[in-house]
């Protein structure tokens, strides 16, 4: 008999995290996107809450959108909830949702888990270099000033190539061993059930 290995909450969001970031920059398909990060983002959000530490949603400034940050947060629970349920909404459609709302939940969701666990995994680490470069309107200029030699002029692209550059990267940093060993890198655990003959 295989046995099995014990899952924690913090593995589980950390596997679908790192799953939803690496799908983004692949381009793939934004809803599954969204429902892996919306689900890490649910156990982030929780954990930091049992910690009494603030959640991104507590603080969000307003460079970040243009509603309240009760309207953005009902917006990401729509869309999320939409995607996992239809049992008393099974004929509604949503009309609402675009791949850009992955970006701001991916950010909120590595914001949630840095704050619960003082590290990222990797490609979360990258996410977040991707997202000041893209977005620096947002942010203080010390913050993206350490990302511009990875993302170079990424802000004139298109989303497309801005995405690949973030896989690139990622690709580049991912097993690096001056990350790895950084006690503010989380591992990402690895599930995949080997069969024996």
């Not at 991104?56 to 947060?73: A, R, S, Y």
């Not at 909404?89 to 949630?112: G, I, M, P, R, V």
């Amino acid at each position: 008999m295989i046995s099995k290995p014990a899952i924690t909450k913090k593995d589980a969001a950390v596997c679908q995290l790192d799953t939803a970031i690496k799908m983004f920059f692949e381009n793939s398909d934004p809803i599954s996107i969204h429902t892996l990060a919306g689900a890490a983002s649910i156990v982030f959000e929780d954990l930091c809450k049992k910690k009494r530490l603030p959640i991104f949603f507590d603080f969000v400034p307003d460079t970040f959108h243009q509603n309240t940050v009760e309207e953005l947060h009902i917006s990401f629970r729509k869309s999320r909830n939409f995607f996992k349920h239809a049992k008393d909404d099974s004929k509604e459609e949503l009309t609402t949702f675009d791949d850009e709302d992955n970006e701001l939940l991916l950010y909120a969701c590595a914001y949630d888990c840095a704050t619960a666990f003082r590290g990222l995994p990797i490609s979360a680490q990258v996410f977040q270099g991707w997202y000041h470069c893209c977005f620096p309107e947002k942010f203080n200029a010390d913050i993206t000033e350490p990302f511009k030699t990875i993302f170079p002029a990424i802000r004139t692209q298109k989303l497309e190539t801005q995405k690949k550059m973030g896989l690139n990267a990622l690709k580049t940093y991912d097993g690096h061993a001056s990350l790895l060993s950084d006690q503010r890198t989380i591992p990402v655990p690895r599930y995949n059930r080997v069969r024996t003959a």
